[in-house]
């Protein structure tokens, strides 16, 4: 079964600009989520797709961070503009039914740098 | 306020010895709590999933406790091997709208 997949592995910005990143979740998995992970911290859940439905964006600054799921399938999580602070992994999961013991299954995440 | 709380931060062990991770949560209710395994530059995997239920459950070399009562869980890992180094996050599902709420992380190091 292959896993979940993230593009790019690694991004290098500067300030202002905007970047977008790419997931492909495991298939038949009906639930998508985006986290930030920054340095020496735990994840914090950016959004959660149910199908092509958002469940919980309530972390998300929308402000600057966009993202969808057409399809159901693929998500795009985009930021415009970058700031500094922004820096961070961030990771995508998918779980099979969003049930609340499915296991969620991690991407690689790719790691942006904003200068 | 939900919260997860990790200790030790870090923690450094020989090779063959066992170890302890504690976990202390304010999440309530909550539905299942949840220990992964992050390797350096690699998502986080899943070890183990708990409801609040259940007090112990075994992955392995890895086993988790719960305590519901205290709020407290623990990750015990046996007979540690190099490859065991890497951070735990002890992640607790509350029971209303499902949110995660993540710890900080153990960052372990096994040494020869």
């Known amino acids: 079964e292959a896993g979940v997949a993230q593009s790019p592995r690694y991004k290098i910005i500067e300030k202002r600009q905007s970047v977008a990143f790419w997931c492909n979740p495991i298939?038949?998995?009906?639930?998508l989520y985006w986290y930030q992970q920054i340095l020496g911290q735990g994840p914090k859940l950016l959004i959660q797709?149910?199908?092509?439905?958002?469940?919980?964006d309530s972390q998300l600054p929308k402000d600057r961070f966009s993202a969808e799921r057409l399809k159901g399938v693929d998500s795009t999580l985009k930021i415009q503009p970058a700031k500094l602070e922004d820096s961070a992994v961030y990771l995508c999961?998918?779980?099979?039914?969003?049930?609340?013991?499915?296991?969620?299954?991690f991407g690689p995440g790719t790691r942006l740098t904003v200068l | 306020k939900n919260q997860v709380e990790q200790s030790p931060q870090s923690l450094i062990i020989l090779e063959g010895k066992n170890c302890t991770l504690q976990?202390?949560?304010?999440?309530?209710?909550?539905?299942?709590l949840r220990w992964y395994k992050q390797d350096t530059g690699r998502g986080p995997v899943s070890l183990t999933i708990?409801?609040?239920?259940?007090n112990t459950k075994s992955n392995g070399r890895y086993t988790a406790t719960l305590d519901a009562d205290t709020k407290q869980s623990s990750l015990h890992i046996t007979a540690s091997q190099l490859s065991d180094s890497a951070s735990y996050i002890c992640?607790?599902?509350?029971?209303?709208?499902?949110?995660?709420?993540f710890g900080s992380g153990t960052k372990l190091n096994v040494k020869p």
């Open positions: 999961a998918s779980s099979s039914e969003g049930e609340i013991t499915d296991t969620q299954y």
């Open positions: 298939s038949g998995h009906a639930t």
């Open positions: 797709f149910q199908n092509n439905g958002v469940v919980d």
């Open positions: 976990c202390n949560y304010t999440v309530s209710p909550f539905s299942n």
């Open positions: 708990m409801t609040f239920s259940e």
């Open positions: 992640v607790v599902i509350g029971h209303n709208f499902n949110k995660f709420y």
